[in-house]
């Protein structure tokens, strides 16, 4: 008799430690779906009240590591972490929270060395990609505490529709000449071609204090057609400023040179100012505020010299899954005050809009795509036309960036242009078809 109360009384108690099993389970089935569904603060009140009974079951650890990184607690999510770990050292999910959480608490040599570690396990290519962001992020922190230098040089190949970016027709009707029909010169209509061109540059930047740095930069570019001669491009810029970041936000201020040539000779000139405000809501939310002063010179058409004063926003979003979408939004307006007395008709205002984003397709394939719009309205009547001008330019960007290698970028895409104005002459299209191949140095 003693010998059944005994086996039935261990059945009971098989049964209520099955049952216990069972009910924690679905406890930790539940905050898994919890964080699944980003309600990380669920997770974490439903976790928190075990950890007395549950710490160093390494699942149970994972899950309320992973729920306190998500909500900010980074000093408990390394403890429940540490202790997942202890338990299972190669478990690849544990160490990169961990790896996170150290990153928030701003121990970025260990962060780093985490980070690396995992990065060498055989991870699906979104995690890969969220890791290598993180690893990016520590060493724009790293580069802001001293010296860095970087460059690039690049080359491309691609047809051009309309190289000189003139009318399509080749007749104009001139209402101060009575509207008499004139001819146009050939290189004053639209002429295709096919064109290469190679570039490079560099920039500089050095840390004054772990807030203030010293900035500085160059760009060449020349373009050739194929038989386009009087139509080759070139220009030189360089610029140098300072960048104060405290916090979230980011003050540059600049001054900016620029060069740039058609045929070999110099056309315009522009040397300015512009001042930078950027907050950064989060990692992956910034808003962008900027303003611009610019005087503009022609050396060989003095009439057309011109102050440029431009102010805009833009706003930038970065977003996770799997197609891992940034995406922008901008607006800008001001105009360009001529210098010359008597020809309004030159100076003019200008508004307008960009937009664009961009989306990974592979870990090393992405599709961007850009519009913008800006319309021009001039100050006086055309001499010739005897209307005020007012064009509305439309700019489309379709592309693809692939990256077979570390530095290395390949990118192929098309861009369409269309300038429609109320003076016939000054309307065009122009289409490119091109790639570019681009090799960074850091």
Known sequence: MRTLCRLFLSCILLFALVDTVQAADAVLEQARQFIERNEAKAAYELLIPLQSERAGDPVYDLLLGSAANNIGKYSEAVFALERALAMQPDNA??????????????ERPTAKSEFESVSKQDLPPAVLATIRKYLDAITRVESAERTTIAGYAEMTVGWDSNVNAATGGSQVAVPAFGGAILTLNRAGTS?????????????????????????????????????????????NAENVGFNYTQDKNSYTFAYQKQDYYVDYN??????????QY?????????????????????????IRNANRAVGGLAYARAFGGEYQPVVFLGGYGGSEAEKALNVPHLGHEFWGLRAGGRFSLRDNLALFANASREERRYGGADPLFLTSRHDAQNDLALGLVYTPAKFWSTTPQITYTRNDSNIQINQFERTQIFVTVRREFK
């Open 266 to 275: 110099l056309y315009r000139q522009a040397r300015g100012v512009i001042g």
């Open 93 to 106: 999910q544990a160490r990169a929270e961990i790896a996170r959480a150290y990153f928030y608490l701003g």
């Open 278 to 302: 950027q907050h950064a809501f989060t990692e992956a939310s910034v808003l962008t505020a900027y303003a611009q002063y610019t005087p503009i010179e022609y050396p060989a058409q003095d």
């Open 191 to 235: 002429l295709s071609d096919n064109f290469g061109s190679v570039g490079g540059g560099g920039s500089v930047r050095h840390a004054l204090t772990p807030k203030l740095a010293l900035l500085g930069g160059i760009d060449v570019k020349k373009r050739v057609n194929s038989r386009q001669d009087d139509f080759n491009t070139g220009f």
